[in-house]
């Protein structure tokens, strides 16, 4: 069994962008694109099930964010709810 080092760092940013960085192949923290934090090796992939992950159980989450990106649109009464709305993970893709 190999050992591995175990270390928590602690940063504090006001309101920080969440982004993936395909240049760098990781999720990036930055507060005002100054100060960056930088987590390397992890996928495209892995961001997506993350996504997935957190609107499937998150469901007020997921509504806001539908609302927010106009997901969501006005039907009649008639239309089945499954053309009513497209899916978060299907924005996401």
């Given at each position: 069994m190999t050992l591995s080092f175990e270390s928590t760092h602690e940063y504090y940013m006001k309101d920080p962008s969440i982004y993936w960085c395909s240049e760098h192949n990781g999720l990036c923290l930055s507060e005002n694109y100054e100060d960056t934090v930088r987590f390397t090796g992890i996928s495209e992939q892995s961001i997506k099930k993350f996504v997935h992950g957190l609107f499937?159980?998150?469901?007020?989450?997921?509504?806001?964010?539908?609302?927010?990106?106009?997901?969501?649109?006005?039907?009649?009464?008639?239309?089945?709810?499954?053309?009513?709305?497209?899916s978060v993970t299907e924005a996401v893709k």
């Open positions: 499937k159980h998150n469901a007020e989450l997921a509504a806001s964010l539908k609302e927010e990106l106009g997901l969501v649109t006005k039907t009649s009464s008639n239309t089945p709810k499954s053309r009513k709305t497209k």
